[in-house]
């Protein structure tokens, strides 16, 4: 784990809109009254309360990046045509994993196996936001060392499974990340568990100034 | 320079600051991927040109290019043994660029890593890779110390701590905040003010990351606490993707059109961060020269914090609550729990006195045989892990007060210092190095004097002990001492007397309010009197239980009287928010039933129940009361999620309403009416195999059945052969299948092509995040979006079957 720096029991802020918004909640069109406003601010408290998250990044060079396939400096090979656009600028690029851990996923079954599914779907994608907010901490947290070497990441990330970055490229994250170290597992089929966790890479670019005409 | 020649640098108006260093050694060669330290120790000449054209431009104040010097950052290059001798250069090499007109601040950072609890730098590993960098520009020569950048306000704290064990020279301080003015770690403006300044800050400030708009904010949250000089560098706006490549997008014009703004916010030094260059110090030093600064507050009022929060402690506000809850005196369970070191009671301890009302906790872990500094400390961290709530400190052991307040992120109160001698000797010094404030306890070697004047002189002789090592007062808490009234007729009318007399002295003031009824029935209510009467007196804080109810009422009533509580607001806001929810307690059982549509369109599965029951009382068959209130509703809970008028909790709501419904009208259904429900068509559900995601697939199992569909679901990881088999035995007309993943949709074909083998006359339904339609039809299945839209073409699927 030495390349692997690894945080644990941040809680980042998380985007409340957001949460709402990977319910189907439209603003100014659907209704929430009084009852039903006190249900999801609980259980969004609850899935906050549940959530443990473990958070880790490593630094890789890029060694080649040209049709679509993206070398790492250690041989890795990622291929994605969106992902190679993205990290066209990059001759660095950060791999980050967030987990939001296994009570969560614990409390959203029992939910739903004693008929309260109307809480487990707001706990799931309070969870899913909450574990997103980590990958956005740990951006955050390397922007602002990064800006003093004149570098500033990538507005976007990538994460297996994405467009044409396959799913299976899943592996390589896992094992650049240690994932089992941090508490996540892979199934055969490149799913991780628990199910809240995320991996994902964003490009480390130079920022240039504005010069005057 | 000394710190009080410092302060006074600041008299002579607005101080200008140096702007980006490593953007314009980049512009001189330095690659992205070196390591900027050393690479400017071996490029001089660059390092010497860029700060020299800043002292030109008008800059006062230069920082040394070793922003990440400290040991743990250089190690990344393997050049922590070089530590001491890197930043030595560097502060050299800056002394020379300045060449006596401006003062050398030797630039410290974050080292890069989250500190505990959050990641695996311990306080003390922080401190120590400080110390080095600290030594080295400390020989270097420079002036002054800036620490910089900051995210984390207790690594902020470890810099500024070990500065402070080296050197008495003066210390800048500045934070980064992100959008909402809180630092990436979650403390807001004020509350690293408060800590920082108490910790010996001569300045305090912000840098990089906002805007220059969001900073006039930060400085304007600032200033009316502020006993320092406030400092801004921003980053020349933010960066911005403009044709392919990344830059910051502000110009010195644009940038230096904030310095009016900052300065009328309270700023005192100004300079730029990330993207800024010489161009921007001479625009900014230009135009400053032409303003005045507002100076430093002399006093404030008493301010405690946490990492996440700022409490003010004022006579002319609501008396401050302190709870005592998690103090094993008395608590045997407590006791129990802190020998096993299980913080679990602790931490529920501090939520239930923080919801009770509580601004402030106590903690103490005194229990005999246990060592008690481990245990303060462990208690500390997990509280502050549980709430936001500043802490006061209650030890009389040095050594586990030094290990608590090492390690609290914030300003604490120590409880308590005397007028006893090992207590000034111990303890006093250590308020002062840590900045915390303390509670004055008026008793000295001899005990505590019975009179008021007695402890009165004490009072005064501690506070000029205090006054020796900085303190003010508003950094001090005096104890009124309250004894038992069972012991002394006297006791609680000498304890007001304390409080009155350091009312009218300036000083706040603390009780620990239950000792007044020790030994005595009924004990609340002699509590509760005591302390009206001791607010009357001119009491600011109490040490007290907040899950008393009586207190607790007994201490907003007397806020009003006293006058502390404006207009009876905080009473006024929370009695009334009280009697609605006490109303609407009262009101909801009398509130019109729902019928049992409106029960279903509410998603009221509470309520029901009683609906159907009424309705089957006023003769209604179970046949009708489907037919007429529970499927008219439950396909209007249908059109609203259609229409976004509802969203998915809601859409949940109704059907697990409808569940109730069903199972509360199951005993009178008929055999014919029975099978209504499960009339539309049989559906068998699993999600396939190699994917564990189910919750999609489960929610369309509640939907379907509700929506009156026969479902067997076979859970996840389901094998093709098994769906088969269960739609063969079923006689299923649709197999509703879900995957997740682009690895695991590929099940979905196979099970279509063994179904078609088999024969099956069942449809072909699937979901899932990566699917579309192009994709279903691909092997001629049908594709539901949702789980709503699921529902509606199974009952298609129906139709065009002939069913349903």
């Known amino acids: 784990m030495e390349n692997i720096k690894v945080f644990r029991g941040i809680r980042p802020a998380y985007n409340m809109d957001l949460i709402l918004s990977r319910l189907g909640y439209k603003r100014g069109v659907t209704g929430i009254d009084e009852d039903f406003g006190q249900l999801l601010d609980s259980a969004v408290k609850r899935a906050e309360s549940l959530c443990s998250l473990v958070l880790a990044y490593r630094v890789v060079g890029i060694s080649e990046n040209a049709d679509g396939t993206v070398r790492l400096e250690d041989g890795t090979v990622l291929s994605g045509q969106a992902l190679s656009r993205m990290l066209s600028q990059s001759r660095q690029a950060v791999l980050m994993a967030s987990t939001a851990g296994p009570r969560i996923m614990e409390e959203i079954r029992s939910l739903m196996d004693t008929g309260r599914a109307s809480e487990a779907v707001i706990l799931d994608a309070a969870a899913s936001e909450i574990a997103d907010a980590g990958l956005d901490f740990l951006m955050k947290y390397l922007e602002t060392q990064l800006r003093r070497r004149g570098m500033a990441l990538t507005k976007h990330r990538f994460s297996p499974g994405y467009g044409d970055f396959g799913i299976e490229q899943q592996a390589h994250f896992a094992r650049l990340l240690e994932i089992e170290k941090l508490g996540i597992s892979m199934t055969d089929t490149f799913m991780l568990v628990p199910e809240k966790s995320v991996l994902a890479i964003a490009g480390m670019v130079d920022i240039k100034q504005v010069e005057k005409e | ?804």
């Open chain 2, 1 to 804: 320079m000394t710190r009080e020649e410092f302060r006074k640098y600041f008299d002579k108006g607005i101080v200008i600051l140096d702007g980006a260093t490593g953007t314009q050694l980049q512009r001189r060669g330095m690659p992205a991927d070196a390591c900027p330290e050393k690479w400017a120790v071996e490029n001089p000449e660059a390092l010497i040109s860029v700060q020299r054209s800043y002292v030109e431009s008008g800059s006062q104040i230069l920082y040394t290019f070793t922003m990440g010097g400290n040991a743990i950052k250089l190690a990344e290059y393997g050049l922590e043994s070089q530590t001491r001798e890197i930043n030595r250069r560097l502060a050299e090499l800056t002394r020379e660029a300045v060449a006596g007109k401006a003062l050398v601040a030797g630039d410290i950072s974050s080292c890069g890593m989250l500190l505990e609890p959050y990641g695996e730098v311990t306080f003390e590993q922080s401190a120590e890779s400080y110390r080095e960098q600290i030594l080295g520009l400390l020989e270097g020569g420079v002036d002054l110390f800036v620490i910089e950048t900051m995210m984390d306000i207790q690594e902020t704290r470890a810099a500024l701590i070990t500065i402070r064990e080296l050197c008495d020279l003066p210390v800048m301080v500045t934070m980064t905040y992100e959008d909402g003015m809180k630092t990436l770690m979650g403390t807001d403006p004020v509350t690293a003010l408060v800590t920082l300044q108490s910790l010996g800050a001569d300045a305090v400030g912000c840098n990089c990351s906002c805007r220059p708009a969001e900073m006039v904010d930060i400085i304007k949250a600032m200033k009316p606490y502020a006993k320092v000089p406030l400092i801004v560098k921003p980053n020349a706006g933010k960066p911005r993707l403009v044709g392919g490549k990344t830059v910051f997008n502000m110009d010195a014009d644009t940038f230096c059109s904030y310095a009016q703004p900052l300065i009328e916010a309270g700023a005192n030094a100004l300079g730029g961060c990330c993207g800024t260059s010489p161009e921007f110090i001479r625009k900014l030093s230009a135009i400053a020269g032409r303003f005045t600064a507002q100076k430093p507050l002399e006093t404030t009022c008493a301010m405690v914090s946490s990492n996440r929060r700022t409490v003010f402690i004022r006579r002319d506000k609501p008396l401050t609550v302190i709870g005592e809850r998690l103090n094993p005196t008395g608590k045997k369970f407590l006791k129990e729990a802190l020998v096993r070191n299980d913080m679990d009671k602790v931490t529920q301890l501090a939520r239930e006195q923080m919801e009770a009302g509580a601004d402030l906790l106590d903690v103490n872990a005194g229990v005999p045989g246990l060592d008690e500094k481990k245990a303060l400390t462990e208690m500390v961290r997990a509280v502050l892990d549980a709430v936001p709530l500043p802490l006061c400190l209650d030890s009389s052991s040095p050594e586990a007060l030094e290990s608590a307040l090492r390690i609290y992120p914030g300003r604490a109160i120590i409880n308590s210092v005397s007028g006893e001698k090992v207590k000034m000797e111990r303890i006093l010094p250590l308020a002062a190095r840590y900045g915390a404030m303390f509670i004055l306890l008026p008793i000295d070697d001899s005990g505590v004097p019975e009179t008021a004047e007695g402890r009165i002189e004490i009072i005064k002789s501690v506070f000029e002990a205090a006054r020796s090592y900085g303190f003010s007062k508003e950094d001090i808490l005096v104890d009124g001492v309250v004894m038992t009234v069972a012991a002394g007729n006297n006791a609680a009318r000498e304890t007001l007397k304390v409080l009155e007399w350091c009312s009218h002295n300036g000083f706040n003031t603390v009780i620990g309010l239950s000792n007044v009824s020790f030994g005595l029935p009924a004990r609340e209510n002699v509590n509760a009197a005591f302390l009206a009467m001791a607010v009357a007196s001119g009491l600011t804080s109490a040490i007290l239980n907040p899950n008393s109810r009586q207190l607790m009422d007994i201490k907003r009533a007397s806020d009003v009287l006293k006058g502390k509580d404006v207009n009876a607001r905080e009473y006024i806001e929370h009695y009334s928010a009280m009697e609605s929810e006490a109303k609407s307690g009262e009101v909801r059982p009398a509130r019109n039933k729902p019928t049992a549509f409106e029960a279903v369109l509410n998603g009221m599965s509470g309520e029901v129940a009683g609906a159907i029951l009424a309705d089957l009382d006023k003769g209604l068959s179970p046949k009708e009361i489907i037919d007429n209130s529970l499927i008219p509703a439950i396909q209007k809970v249908g059109e609203l999620y259609e229409e976004k008028k509802y969203f998915l909790p809601q859409l949940i709501k109704g059907a697990e309403a409808m569940e109730r419904a069903m199972e509360v009208l199951a005993p009178y259904l008929d055999k014919e009416t029975a099978g209504v429900m499960g009339r539309k068509g049989t559906v068998v559900m699993a999600t396939v195999k190699g994917d564990i995601h189910d919750i999609g697939k489960n929610i369309v199992v509640l939907l379907l059945r509700n929506y009156g569909f026969e479902v067997i679901d076979l859970g996840k990881d389901v094998p093709a052969d098994r769906i088969i088999q269960s739609a063969k035995d079923n006689n299923a007309d649709i197999i509703g299948l879900s995957a997740l993943m682009t690895t695991t949709m590929t099940e979905m074909p196979k099970v279509a092509a063994m179904a078609a083998d088999a024969g099956l006359k069942a449809r072909i339904m699937v979901g899932g995040a990566v699917l579309d339609r192009e994709y279903a039809e691909s092997f001629g299945a049908c594709y539901a979006r949702d789980a709503y839209s699921a529902v509606k073409l199974a009952e298609s699927l129906m139709r065009n079957i002939g069913g349903g």
